[in-house]
């Protein structure tokens, strides 16, 4: 069973306008991280967020900040005030604290318009 | 924030050559690096968890005789593709986790491997 799914697979925003890239995700381990990446066309993982499973506010880092909804299991990602430069991959990954790698959903294209 | 190199971006070779690729971590002390695989419009995929001093733990339908594992040092880790062939094209990315803030994995920008 997927672990971590991301279930739309390419979006288009327009520039300056805010977008929300899903991510659900399955695990019965009661401590786990989430987190988000994007990669470029260059190919290189840029780490955006990080999302404890304890942590109890939901993450921001400049204009991302992760939707967490531990019940729902799913951690989606906005982006506010989209730039062109914010059109890449995103990947939404999660660590159980029992294992030890990052386990990768899907990814979803993010394309920005002008 | 921490920076992870990889040696080389890219690399071109000829079927049954080996390919030896350098994952740094060049800031911090990484006890524990992996290696992704990446093949075009796809997910990472993971290879292989190296700790330092140990071997390193494959994930399954990954040959450790084929792809060679050192860990050698907290800041270096090297994965050797041994007789590569044309299926082994893929983009090869590492990752490691920092010693003291074990929450955050970073990874290097990936190596591009293109087997003739």
């Known amino acids: 069973a997927q672990k971590i799914t991301q279930t739309q697979p390419g979006m288009f925003v327009q520039e300056k306008e805010a977008v929300t890239l899903d991510c659900t995700y399955d695990t019965s381990d009661p401590s786990y991280g989430l987190f988000w990446y994007k990669q470029p066309s260059s190919g290189e993982m840029i780490f955006l967020i990080y999302?404890?499973?304890?942590?109890?506010q939901n993450a921001t880092e400049g204009r991302y900040s992760l939707n967490f909804q531990k019940a729902r299991k799913s951690a989606n990602l906005v982006i506010s005030a989209s730039q062109l430069g914010d059109s890449a991959m995103y990947f939404c990954a999660m660590r159980e604290w029992a294992g030890n790698m990052l386990t990768f959903g899907g990814g979803t294209r993010l394309m920005v318009k002008p | 924030g921490a920076v992870v190199s990889q040696h080389p971006s890219w690399v071109i070779c000829k079927s049954g050559t080996s390919v030896k690729i350098e994952c740094r971590s060049l800031d911090f002390q990484a006890t524990t690096m992996f290696w992704y695989r990446q093949f075009p419009k796809q997910s990472l995929m993971l290879m292989a968890t190296s700790n330092e001093g140990s071997k390193a733990t494959y994930e399954q339908g990954v040959e450790k005789d084929k792809f060679l594992i050192n860990h050698a040092s907290l800041t270096l880790s090297t994965l050797t593709v041994t007789s590569a062939h044309p299926e082994d094209s893929s983009f090869y990315i590492c990752s490691a986790r920092d010693r003291e803030q074990q929450e955050t994995q970073y990874f290097g920008p990936g190596t591009r491997l293109l087997v003739l």
């Open positions: 999302q404890g499973s304890y942590d109890q």
